[in-house]
């Protein structure tokens, strides 16, 4: 009896010690394992591991916080939940809104600690699902109509349910079908297919920058029987002063067309835009290729335009649509180039639109580029350039040379090419520079320095002329210096007359001889004096007597 009391007590004391901690705190229940939360388009929902698979009767609770308010709220749906995941998307969150989510493992009382997840918003862990798509049946085309994920009007995609962009792969239905991916409007059609082929294809949903959704299920259809009457091809629209002309290709004869114009941006919008299509004036039951309409027509943006043909009964399916720009199809006009040399011998230019030319809006929207063709006028060769500014120099060019120019607009874009036609030649001479001031100013200088230079040269060549052909009367200043009396000095003279000369002999100091000579015409002279007659050895007794003759005399007149 004891034996038992003692067995019975060891029971319940064991018992009560297993019992003890889980009413304490669950310490023998683990929490949740990866948990996370998936999100497609509206629908939220939260799942989780087990941490002890072989627990049964383990129920998992789940709460949120918001920034907004800091005490936990039970999330609906995810309660007392037996299975690893549960759907809360009824609960109205901000999608944009930041939220915290816990979750635990309970077991009648006992429960485990809280597994936390990291603050997110909904918006951030949502992904896109796969769109909704309609298809319609042609016989060289199928129309496609695609519905946008998510709830419409409201739920995750409520403000972008319009920026949505589609892309499409398209094959046949065959093993060796070749695909295309393209990417398409909500509603739109895809060309270029062959009658009666089945075509199969899938769409998936991008939101820009970096979202890209689930394909949806593959949707296969088959075209109808070729149409007796051909669609119109190659529609363009050219733009002529203030007319715009549609036109397109056709093979048959004795068909009417019409044409119908539909705002650009509603093809973006969901839904049936069939019955927004517009009449285009002037281009209904038309029976050339080619229709007239005012450019008042259509405002500012841009439109798709179509074309159909009908020859009474039957009428062809709608043509490719045609994207229509109103920025783009303006005329441009050549621009006004104005230019000017300066002195550094260089030519500015400066280019300006024509003040009635339709290019000016065009530069609000797309960047105008200026080709420029610069040439010497006596030269063949050209230079070209472009140049988005418009005022520019051209340096370091020829002195007192003739350059020409030419420009033209051209406008440049990804999807679109235009230029108008070149402008009038416009000519300019450039100046001197200081090249030629240099060489003008040494000039000057040396004109200057010349001066006196050619005078003196003259002077002389002109006292030459003179000396030669118009001799002077009197003898030289080298000469008629020598000379102190008046007959004496015309002895170099020519005269018939026959001057006498006289001349005095200094034989010594103490005896003075006079000798008069006689100078005949033929300029022969003597001149005797002792010494050389001393030398001489020879004297004639004519000049003796002459000589004391005329010593006499002298001596005579000294005493007198």
């Known amino acids: 009896m004891l034996a038992l009391l003692g067995a019975t007590t060891l029971v319940l004391v064991a018992a009560v010690r297993w019992m003890l901690p889980a009413a304490a705190g669950g310490t023998n229940l683990k929490s949740p394992q990866n948990v996370e939360v998936y999100i497609i388009d509206d629908t939220f929902i939260l799942r989780w591991n087990r941490s002890d698979p072989s627990a049964k009767n383990v129920t998992f609770s789940a709460d949120y916080q918001t920034l907004k308010n800091d005490t936990w709220v039970k999330l609906p749906g995810c309660q007392s939940v037996a299975s690893t995941r549960c759907n809360f998307s009824s609960v109205k969150l901000n999608v944009y809104e930041e939220i915290k989510l816990r979750i635990r493992a309970e077991e009648d009382s006992n429960t485990s600690p809280w597994h936390y997840v990291d603050s997110f918003t909904l918006f951030e862990k949502a ?7 309609h298809l319609e049946a042609e016989d060289k085309a199928i129309i496609i109509n695609i519905s946008p994920p ?11 349910s319009s920026s949505f962009t589609y892309s499409l792969d398209i094959w046949k239905n065959s093993s060796s079908g ?27 949903a991008r939101l820009l920058p970096r979202k890209t959704g ?11 029987v070729e149409n007796k009457l051909p669609p119109p091809e190659n529609i363009q629209v050219d733009a002529k002063n203030h007319i715009y002309v549609l036109k397109w290709d056709y093979t048959y004869e004795n068909v009417t067309f019409q044409a119908q114009w539909l705002h650009a941006y509603l093809k973006k919008i969901p839904g049936d835009n069939s019955g927004k299509w517009k009449q285009i004036p002037n281009c209904e039951n038309v029976q050339t290729t080619q229709c007239v309409f005012p450019k008042n027509t259509f405002r500012k943006g841009i439109y798709l335009i179509r074309v159909r043909a009908s020859d009474g009964n039957t009428t062809s399916v709608w043509s490719n649509e045609e994207k229509f720009d109103t920025q783009l199809q303006i005329t441009l006009f050549p621009p006004v180039i104005t230019m000017k040399s300066t002195n550094d011998v260089s030519l500015r230019v400066y280019i300006s639109a024509p003040e009635e030319s339709e290019s000016k809006p065009v530069n609000h929207h797309y960047p105008l580029i200026y080709e420029i063709v610069f040439f010497e006028n006596t030269s063949n060769a050209e230079r070209k350039i ?23 607009v051209l406008i440049q874009e990804e999807k679109w090419n235009k230029s108008s036609v070149f402008s009038d030649i416009v000519c300019e001479k450039t100046k001197p520079g200081n090249t030629s001031k240099t060489w003008l100013i040494a000039g000057v200088c040396a004109a200057l320095f010349s001066i006196p230079v050619v005078i003196y040269v003259m002077k002389l060549l002109f006292r030459c002329i003179s000396y030669v052909f118009f001799p002077s009367s009197k003898p030289p200043s080298t000469i008629d210096e020598y000379f102190s009396e008046q007959p004496l000095r015309n ?17 010594n100091t103490n005896t003075i001889t006079a000798v008069e000579e006689t100078n005949q015409t033929d300029g022969e002279h003597k001149k005797y004096n002792s010494q050389t007659s001393q030398d001489s050895g020879n004297y004639s007794n004519e000049d003796e007597s002459s000589g004391s003759k005329f010593s006499e005399e002298f001596l005579h007149q000294e005493t007198e």
Do not use: H
């Not at 689930?214 to 109808?224: D, E, G």
């Open 127 to 133: 992904q896109i699902g796969p769109p909704k798509v």
């Open 150 to 160: 998510g709830t419409k009007d409201r739920g995750m995609w409520a403000l972008d």
């Open 178 to 204: 070749e695909r295309r991916t393209k990417t398409v409007y909500p509603r739109d059609k895809i060309y270029k297919l062959s009658p009666e082929t089945t075509y199969c294809l899938k769409v998936k």
């Open 214 to 224: 689930v394909c949806s299920p593959v949707y296969c259809i088959k075209t109808t």
């Open 386 to 408: 472009r140049e988005n500014r418009t005022d520019f120099t051209f340096p370091k060019l020829k002195p007192l040379t003739v350059y020409c120019i030419k420009a033209r």
């Open 491 to 507: 002895l170099l003279l020519l005269t018939s007359e026959e001057q006498t000369e006289r001349c005095f002999i200094i034989e």
